[in-house]
Structures are given as C-alpha cells and as structure tokens.
C-alpha cells in the first residue's frame, strides 16, 4: 500500500540534534511538493517545513534557523535535520506528500517517529 517510512527519531538532550529520513513506499515522490509534519500530545498537527521539487523551501516560524529540509528526488528520500533542539519540538513526525489526504499526522499514510527532547 502507499505509505511513507521515517526514521531517525529518539530522545536527545535539549540542544542537541536529530536527522529524520523519509521514503516512500508503494509510490514515487516524483515531483509532489513533500512535508514534515508533527503533531505532539495534545495539540493539533502542524507543517514543519516543506520542499518542493525546485528546491524552494518553507518553515514554521518556530524551526526557521534551526531546522533544514533536504532531498534526493531520485532515490526518493526527503531529509529533516533539526538541531538546537528544544523540548517543545517533541513530537511524533510525519512525512507527507502533499496530495495525501485525511490528515497529515495520523498513521493512515505512516506511524511517524517519534522525537522526544528532555530539558
């Protein structure tokens, strides 16, 4: 089935960096806008950043300068290196293309991986 498969997230010291990795299963990213999502315990999920196939880029106001999006279209990987971790950033992640549909941080399309920064 269609999916996306994360990796790359753990518990890490406030400060400290993780890279999430993504890629898809079932299809090709081809030339979809792609996004990282994150929703954490109680609160509503939220665009990350999100990288289109020319390489423009956007972030969240609370990421931007700490967080980089990157991509290999033709291995069809998109990356998130998040440093300067703060323990607000703990969530679940989640790596979308942007024609997926019913939500962006529930495990219909992927479970996520889940980032947790202690203080």
């Known amino acids: 089935e269609v999916r996306t498969l994360e990796s790359g997230g753990g518990s890490v010291q406030a400060g400290g960096s993780l890279r999430l990795s993504c890629t898809a299963s079932g299809f090709t990213f081809d030339d979809s806008d792609l996004g990282w999502y994150r929703q954490a315990p109680g609160s509503e999920c939220e665009l990350v950043s999100n990288i289109a196939s020319d390489d423009t880029t956007q972030y969240a106001d609370s990421v931007k300068g700490r967080f980089i999006i990157s991509q290999d279209r033709a291995n069809n990987m998109v990356y998130l290196q998040m440093n300067s971790l703060k323990p607000e950033d703990t969530a679940k992640y989640f790596c979308?293309?942007?024609?997926?549909?019913?939500?962006?941080?529930?495990?219909?399309w992927s479970q996520g991986t889940l980032v947790t920064v202690s203080s």
């Open positions: 979308r293309a942007d024609w997926f549909r019913g939500g962006y941080c529930n495990d219909y």
